[in-house]
């Protein structure tokens, strides 16, 4: 069974720093790979997908990487700013159908 | 509709009590999930439906748990005899066609089994 670990579970930063989320996954042989992003109260909302064969996808200050072979996926937030504050959770697939996501890394941007 | 919506937002239900959410995925999505998210932890896959194809139920983790889902429309998830450890927010998504698209989320269901 895909298991997938999240560091840090928790971040604190101060407005306008650049960070990294750390996302793990134990099988390599995936599908496909996303970065949600949950707020108090509400459900996921899809940041970033990564398909099997791609390295990287880009949406605004967003920037996520998947190297397959090492089992690892990072998201780069920058110039973070205080409505980044969220959880961010890692979603992995090994078949499409079926999601394996990680405990989240809770992010607080100061003003 | 704008999105996908779930029912009831809130449920409060004693323990052994039979409980139904329901969601309403975004018209015309063909896939349908349902995951479990307990305090503290990360969400757990339960069910998955694709059109008219069996679903994939590896993730029930007991018989009291059932879903259905009439063609590429609403899904009720069922939760029979309900325990304590039941206790968890149920959300539900749903994507044009699985594996390719990515998932859309509703606000998810919080149940509390006292």
């Known amino acids: 069974k895909q298991e997938v670990t999240q560091i840090p579970a928790a971040l604190s930063v101060p407005e306008g720093e650049n960070l990294v989320l750390n996302c793990s996954f134990t099988d390599s042989a995936i599908y496909n790979l996303q970065w949600f992003r949950q707020d108090p109260g509400k459900g996921l909302t899809s940041l970033l997908l990564?398909?099997?064969?791609?390295r990287e996808q880009t949406s605004g200050r967003l920037n996520a990487s998947l190297d397959k072979s090492s089992g690892r996926s990072t998201l780069y937030i920058a110039a973070s700013q205080p409505g980044d504050s969220a959880t961010y959770l890692c979603a992995v697939s090994n078949t499409g159908n079926q999601f394996y996501f990680g405990t989240g890394t809770s992010l607080t941007v100061i003003p | 509709g704008a999105g996908v919506s779930q029912s009831p937002s809130n449920k409060v239900t004693e323990k052994g009590k039979d409980v139904e959410l329901r969601c309403d995925p975004i018209s015309g999505h063909t896939a349908l999930y349902w995951y479990r998210q307990r305090l503290g932890q990360g969400l757990e896959f339960l069910i998955y439906?694709?059109?008219?194809?069996?679903?994939?139920k590896s993730g029930l983790p007991s018989d009291r748990f059932s879903a259905e889902r009439t063609g590429e429309s609403v899904s009720t998830l069922t939760i029979q005899r309900t325990q304590q450890e039941d206790s968890a927010v149920y959300l539900c998504?749903?994507?044009?066609?699985?594996?390719?698209?990515?998932?859309?989320f509703g606000p998810g269901t919080r149940l509390t089994v006292l």
């Open positions: 439906f694709q059109g008219n194809s069996a679903p994939d």
């Open positions: 990564i398909q099997s064969s791609q």
């Open positions: 998504a749903s994507s044009l066609y699985a594996g390719a698209d990515t998932q859309y």
